[in-house]
């Protein structure tokens, strides 16, 4: 489902934040995705939601060559994947529901269509009650279920998570965990690039370490 | 089709929220874009009633005609043949015959020619026509006059054209005015779009970068910008129409004095309808233009 081949980034002057990575990842499976920090995590997925393009060799998402898609094409692989950023990246101007509703309206769904399906996403990571909140009067955990929420709304087949569990304490951290077991396990594909693998260790089927850039042995 | 109905509905409220968001801001800028458009307008409308109290003065000259007479031994029935033949012309408006007793009655009236006129052994005047053009160009008028002339029995044509030419070149320095404010204050309207839009923009930068981030396609993103700025242009439109309708309302009692000055009963028109909606369209087509070359400025990657 996913695979790199050889794949390097290069950021000038000279610096590889990837260099050389080749590994695949079959679909139904959740992977983690560790090492320390600037070690590539966030690079490698940024690559595959083509938010940066590799120097060097191919990303490839079911068969199609990210690195090389053309500009217009882009938006249609973004629908395809759900993203949870670092920095989670939330509108702090409209709340819960308008946050997550906004896939949605980007795709073009019908608007009744689309207010089930935001329902049913926040109830799955147990915000339903909340949805009137503006992230700012959400607490931390709540926010980075919000964000799973918004990746999670158009029911995609492959969810990348940076560091989903960052930040959090650790009974919070356990529940957002447990949000992505869940859809492990009916049949998510799942990259999460963490540094606690113990709280998907249950799960994982992989875990791929990088170190300044580079690939280390990966342990099934 | 209903999913692209939505999508622009969606862009449209949205740009009208934003309008309403910052009701100040939003003033000033339709204020600007007002006053800018109503310059042109204005001079479009004062150029029409220039053009109407020219023809309304009284003066037989500010309407161009042409006078045609015939020779002296003429009878009735050639100038009954003459007379059909000026109202067949396409461009004869309106025919009006003056028969030669009629010219020495209007003569005999005027003071002190009385006598002269008695002296004469016989009617000097001969049977004379004036004919109204329907189309007033110098070029039409003088082709209608070399025709008329080459006609039998037609002793002289006379036509005003000093004056018809006159007129002709007050107008085209008019309209050409009115041109090119219209062109200079169309760029000011682009100009003032290029800025807001910019401004939106960067206000909505956080919500661009998402967007794209989740999967929006540049249309997605620019459509309401393009809603906003012809929204924007197209209520500065309006602004300049109400300008120019109180303009009307200011100007229209002093033109009346004038007007009664000059014997006539000339009344200010305002903005033809006609005027009026090539002002709102020329108005959003501009606030678009001036949101398309800003998202192209702002929103590259």
């Known amino acids: 489902m996913i695979r790199f081949e050889h794949v390097t980034r290069r950021y000038p002057p000279g610096i590889d934040a990837l260099a050389n990575v080749s590994f695949s990842i079959e679909s139904g499976e959740l992977v983690l995705l560790g090492g320390h920090s600037g070690a590539g995590k966030t690079t490698l997925l940024k690559l595959l939601a083509a938010i940066e393009r590799p120097s060097g060799g191919t990303v490839l998402i079911n068969g199609q060559n990210v690195g090389a898609m053309k500009r217009a094409g882009i938006p249609y692989l973004r629908r395809k994947l759900g993203l949870v950023f670092q920095d989670q990246k939330l509108l702090f101007d409209r709340n819960a529901f308008e946050n997550v509703m906004l896939p949605l309206a980007i795709a073009g769904f019908a608007p009744k269509d689309a207010a089930k399906r935001v329902r049913a996403a926040l109830d799955k990571v147990g915000l339903l009650a909340r949805e009137k909140a503006m992230p700012i009067a959400l607490s931390g955990g709540e926010q980075q279920r919000l964000a799973i929420a918004r990746a999670v709304v158009s029911r995609p087949a492959i969810l990348l998570a940076d560091e989903p569990t960052a930040h959090l304490d650790p009974e919070t951290a356990k529940d957002v965990a447990a949000i992505f077991h869940g859809f492990h396990q009916v049949g998510v594909t799942i990259l999460i690039a963490t540094y606690d693998d113990e709280l998907f260790a249950a799960s994982a089927s992989q875990r791929l370490i990088l170190n300044h850039g580079r690939m280390e042995s990966a342990p099934a | ?301």
């Open chain 2, 1 to 301: 089709m209903n999913a692209w109905l939505t999508q622009h509905g969606k862009a449209l409220t949205w740009a009208l929220r934003r309008l309403t968001a910052a009701p100040v801001n939003t003033l000033l800028s339709l204020l600007a874009i007002g006053v800018a458009l109503a310059l042109p307008a204005g001079g479009q409308m004062l150029l029409g009633n220039a053009l109407q109290f020219a023809r309304s003065t009284g003066n037989d000259n500010a309407t161009p005609q042409i006078s045609l007479f015939l020779s002296l031994n003429a009878d009735r029935k050639a100038a009954d043949g003459i007379a059909a033949r000026l109202r067949n012309l396409a461009n004869a408006k309106d025919v009006r015959f003056v028969s030669r007793d009629d010219a020495l009655k209007r003569m005999q009236a005027g003071e002190g020619l009385a006598e002269v006129i008695a002296a004469l052994p016989k009617n000097p005047f001969p049977d004379a026509f004036v004919v109204k053009p329907r189309d007033e160009s110098p070029a039409a008028i003088e082709k209608m006059r070399d025709e008329i002339s080459r006609w039998a029995k037609v002793e002289h044509v006379q036509l005003d054209s000093t004056w018809v030419r006159r007129l002709d070149a007050m107008l085209r320095l008019g309209r050409t005015g009115v041109a090119l404010l219209t062109l200079l204050l169309g760029l000011g309207l682009v100009a003032i779009t290029f800025t807001t839009i910019r401004l939106q923009i960067l206000s909505q930068r956080a919500e661009i970068e998402v967007s794209r981030l989740l999967g929006a396609a540049e249309s997605f993103i620019r459509r309401p910008y393009y809603y906003f700025g012809a929204l924007q242009g197209l209520a500065g439109g309006a602004v300049a129409w109400l300008i120019v309708m109180g303009m009307t309302g200011v100007l229209s009692g002093p033109v009346a004095e004038v007007a009664l000055l000059y014997n006539t009963s000339v009344t200010l028109t305002p903005l033809a309808a006609l005027d009026a909606m090539l002002l709102l369209v020329l108005a959003g087509g501009l606030g678009w233009l001036g949101a398309a070359l800003s998202l192209g400025q702002h929103t590259q990657v």
